[in-house]
């Protein structure tokens, strides 16, 4: 007769044997689920008194302020003579309409491309709402402004004698989001719960710590990618331009009830950013030809309003992460010999999480993994100036019990709800870099 062993079947094999090393360990796929909201909410939490809120922002219009040419004026001799009335347009940090305030402006005037420098003029008259004479105080040069020229503004000046000129003011801008209310349920039968059980010893207790992770997982992602049925008006004022009108309406479930979503921080920069000028937001690195002279004039744009710190968070799918890893101290990027980009060591933050720091010639960059960029976010970075978001928490997370509404069910139901959002003001101080194969 044959020896007995454990390879056979029967009561010994499917009974008897105990197959786990550690019946009441568990090991979970993902930690560090849900950095971003994890940075916003400990940086910044508001309790706003209604589901849709309003934040005011405010772009300081002395920190650009130009005018283009929008007819041909022609070339104005050195000396004291005044030009004919000039069509103007492209106004950016002025009184929308020509007034009493832009008489003084001393500009120097750039070609359409603002590359080459045509002279300075001094502005003397505002002839109509859309229309200057200037003065060209180049004293032996003539100034030949012609359609699309632009005037920079480089200060004013006023003569001896004369009375305050005319003042102008801008006003605040007003951007809007809204709350969103997040169920995630969990059910078992009485049966179930009553069992005995390896892994752990209650499923309840099991699927309380997973449905928690969920919850905060679907707010990431929301946070992110979210879009708001109320509008957020973000466009006025920014860098695309024209923005949307407030609204508190939502849209209906299928019985009718108001459903309101948050708007994403990563919607918000598609939706309203810049691909181009000095408040570009939006980025598109190729791995075949991204150069460190690329890196270097991108994060001149990044880092244009500069925290304190000097340091800004970047929130990478790992494809982001893999891309700049593999750049850690290659010469040059893609050809470009003599420098090299720098990534510290991994570190792991106050918050619970890993990241490593990149540097640049205008800033260093924390760049966070963050498990939700996936998919076709996994190429992604998203770097924020934190002092422009938070986290808006209407209704905080609660934990609710015995939910059942059918005193027949055997049976425990309960929720995760909250109702939360995100607050996003000055959008063009938010960027995001995609890379391309």
């Given at each position: 007769?044959?020896?007995?062993?454990?390879?056979g079947?029967?009561?010994?094999?499917?009974?008897?044997?105990?197959?786990?090393?550690?019946?009441?360990?568990?090991?979970?796929?993902?930690?560090?689920?849900?950095p971003?909201?994890?940075?916003?909410?400990?940086?910044?939490?508001?309790?706003?008194?209604?589901?849709?809120?309003?934040?005011?922002?405010?772009?300081?219009?002395?920190?650009?302020?130009?005018?283009?040419?929008?007819?041909?004026?022609?070339?104005?001799?050195?000396?004291?003579?005044?030009?004919?009335a000039?069509?103007?347009?492209?106004?950016v940090?002025?009184a929308?309409?020509?007034?009493?305030?832009?008489v003084?402006?001393?500009?120097?005037?750039?070609?359409?491309?603002?590359?080459?420098?045509?002279?300075?003029?001094?502005?003397?008259?505002?002839?109509?709402?859309?229309s200057?004479?200037?003065?060209?105080?180049?004293?032996?040069?003539?100034?030949?402004?012609?359609?699309?020229?632009?005037?920079?503004?480089?200060?004013?000046?006023?003569?001896?004698?004369?009375?305050?000129?005319?003042?102008?003011?801008?006003?605040?801008?007003?951007?809007?989001?809204?709350?969103?209310?997040?169920?995630?349920?969990?059910?078992?039968?009485?049966?179930?719960?009553?069992?005995?059980?390896?892994?752990?010893?209650?499923?309840?207790?099991?699927?309380?710590?997973?449905?928690?992770?969920?919850?905060?997982?679907?707010?990431?992602?929301?946070?992110?990618?979210?879009?708001?049925?109320?509008?957020?008006?973000?466009?006025?004022?920014?860098?695309?331009?024209?923005?949307?009108?407030?609204?508190?309406?939502?849209?209906?479930?299928?019985?009718?009830?108001?459903?309101?979503?948050?708007?994403?921080?990563?919607?918000?920069?598609?939706?309203?950013?810049?691909?181009?000028?000095?408040?570009?937001?939006?980025?598109?690195?190729?791995?075949?030809?991204?150069?460190?002279?690329?890196?270097?004039?991108?994060?001149?744009?990044?880092?244009?309003?500069?925290?304190?710190?000097?340091?800004?968070?970047?929130?990478?799918?790992?494809?982001?992460?893999?891309?700049f890893?593999?750049?850690?101290?290659?010469?040059?990027?893609?050809?470009?010999?003599?420098?090299?980009?720098?990534?510290?060591?991994?570190e792991?933050?106050?918050?619970?999480?890993?990241?490593?720091?990149?540097?640049?010639?205008?800033?260093?960059?924390?760049?966070?993994?963050?498990?939700?960029?996936?998919?076709?976010?996994?190429?992604?970075?998203?770097?924020?100036?934190?002092?422009?978001?938070?986290?808006?928490?209407?209704?905080?997370?609660?934990?609710?019990?015995?939910?059942?509404?059918?005193?027949?069910?055997?049976?425990?139901?309960?929720?995760?709800?909250?109702?939360?959002?995100?607050?996003?003001?000055?959008?063009?101080?938010?960027?995001?870099?995609?890379?391309?194969d």
């Amino acid at each position: 007769m044959a020896a007995k062993n454990l390879s056979g079947s029967g009561v010994l094999f499917t009974d008897r044997r105990d197959f786990y090393i550690s019946p009441d360990v568990v090991k979970e796929l993902w930690t560090d689920v849900t950095p971003f909201t994890t940075v916003v909410a400990n940086r910044e939490q508001r309790t706003p008194t209604d589901p849709v809120f309003k934040m005011f922002e405010h772009r300081n219009p002395w920190q650009k302020q130009e005018f283009s040419a929008a007819s041909n004026p022609g070339s104005l001799a050195a000396g004291d003579s005044e030009s004919d009335a000039t069509d103007v347009d492209g106004i950016v940090g002025l009184a929308s309409s020509v007034d009493g305030s832009w008489v003084g402006l001393v500009c120097e005037v750039f070609d359409s491309t603002k590359t080459t420098k045509k002279g300075h003029a001094l502005v003397t008259t505002a002839v109509s709402t859309s229309s200057i004479k200037y003065k060209n105080i180049d004293r032996t040069a003539a100034l030949d402004v012609a359609d699309n020229d632009v005037f920079v503004v480089v200060g004013n000046a006023h003569g001896e004698g004369t009375t305050a000129p005319d003042a102008w003011s801008d006003e605040l801008k007003v951007v809007f989001n809204s709350t969103q209310i997040f169920k995630t349920p969990l059910e078992i039968t009485g049966t179930l719960e009553a069992a005995a059980l390896r892994g752990e010893s209650s499923e309840l207790a099991r699927l309380r710590m997973q449905k928690a992770q969920e919850h905060k997982i679907q707010k990431e992602r929301a946070f992110l990618f979210g879009v708001s049925a109320e509008g957020t008006n973000l466009g006025d004022g920014g860098p695309s331009g024209s923005g949307d009108t407030f609204a508190d309406s939502g849209i209906s479930d299928a019985n009718g009830n108001t459903v309101r979503t948050t708007n994403g921080i990563i919607t918000a920069i598609e939706d309203h950013g810049s691909s181009s000028g000095d408040d570009q937001n939006i980025f598109t690195i190729s791995e075949a030809t991204y150069s460190y002279s690329n890196f270097v004039d991108d994060m001149e744009k990044v880092f244009q309003y500069v925290p304190e710190e000097g340091m800004k968070m970047a929130f990478c799918g790992r494809g982001a992460m893999s891309y700049f890893s593999k750049i850690d101290g290659a010469s040059g990027i893609a050809g470009a010999s003599g420098w090299t980009v720098n990534l510290g060591p991994t570190e792991r933050s106050s918050y619970g999480f890993n990241y490593r720091q990149l540097e640049s010639p205008h800033g260093v960059l924390m760049l966070i993994p963050t498990p939700v960029l996936r998919g076709p976010h996994n190429k992604q970075m998203l770097i924020v100036s934190d002092e422009n978001l938070f986290h808006a928490v209407y209704r905080p997370p609660v934990y609710q019990t015995n939910i059942k509404t059918d005193d027949a069910f055997d049976g425990v139901k309960d929720q995760y709800m909250s109702d939360e959002g995100i607050g996003i003001t000055l959008v063009e101080s938010h960027k995001l870099f995609t890379i391309t194969d």
